[in-house]
């Protein structure tokens, strides 16, 4: 027959680190650098190029631990994506994980400096690798700018593919 403290001590060893470092802290999500993305919590009216328009809806879920977005580009786009963000506290990092009607799928990392959200990621197109990045700037109680962004040369200098306006509803 196994003694409980051999058991607890298999259970302990079985859980994942993040599991047990959760654990450990009073509440992990209620630190300040996890409260750094809260800025773009809500519900909001979006705008880029000539005229176009869309939704995004951010809440927060999980404990309030996870930012959840929920993007919609109608009537101006077919776009629809979806996006989870979470603080890690192990990277001291932003990860964020982006899904979409296209196939898409998106994986960044980042943190907030400079009163800017920045997360970015390495990626290849047709064997050539790239930098993308998004960044959350002009950040204020109802609004924001957001720009989706490439650099060809490692991060030296970036090119502004997308940018969208972002006005709470």
Not at 13 to 29: D, E, S
Not at 70 to 84: A, Y
């Amino acid at each position: 027959m196994f003694s409980i403290a051999f058991l607890a001590g298999i259970i302990l060893f079985a859980l994942p680190k993040n599991v047990l470092y959760a654990q450990q802290r009073a509440n992990p999500c209620e630190t300040e650098k996890a409260h750094q993305f809260d800025f773009w919590v809500g519900e909001w009216n979006l705008t880029w190029g000539e005229d176009q328009h869309g939704t995004n809806i951010v809440t927060k879920i999980l404990g309030e631990c996870v930012i959840r977005e929920q993007f919609n580009g109608s009537p101006s786009s077919p776009l629809i994506g979806l996006s989870v963000s979470s603080y890690n506290h192990q990277l001291g990092q932003w990860q964020q994980t982006w899904v979409d009607n296209s196939g898409g799928y998106l994986d960044f990392t980042g943190e907030f400096r400079d009163g800017k959200m920045i997360l970015s990621r390495q990626a290849e197109r047709d064997g050539k690798v790239f930098l993308q990045r998004m960044v959350f700037y002009n950040i204020q109680e109802n609004s924001l700018d957001w720009n989706w962004e490439r650099s060809t040369d490692d991060g030296e200098t970036w090119e502004v593919l997308w940018h969208i306006n972002y006005e709470r509803a």
